[in-house]
């Protein structure tokens, strides 16, 4: 009887132990994705910079253009240029 009790007890740690892990790791992921994510926009904004120079347009690089980029990705600059034109 020992040895089942044993048994039972060492599956729910490890079950315990499983669901602690998620927990914990899911906001490093989400900061992760989030880092990755504004690398890709900050990227998008620098090319799609680069080609407006011909056109003397540009898109001001700071945190918030980069993290709606990042987010949104390629609509999100699309909003950006439609911003940025609607200003000029």
Do not use: D, E, R, T
């Not at 044993?6 to 490093?28: C, D, E, G, N, R």
């Amino acid at each position: 009887m020992n040895a089942v009790n044993l048994l039972i007890a060492i599956f729910l740690l490890i079950i315990i132990v499983y669901i602690v892990a998620q927990v914990l790791m899911k906001p490093v992921k989400l900061i992760w994705k989030l880092l990755i994510n504004s690398l890709i926009g900050l990227l998008l904004l620098l090319l799609v910079n680069y080609f407006a120079l011909h056109f003397a347009f540009s898109i001001p690089i700071n945190i918030v253009s980069i993290l709606i980029a990042g987010f949104l990705g390629v609509p999100g600059i699309l909003l950006l240029i439609g911003f940025q034109l609607l200003i000029i």
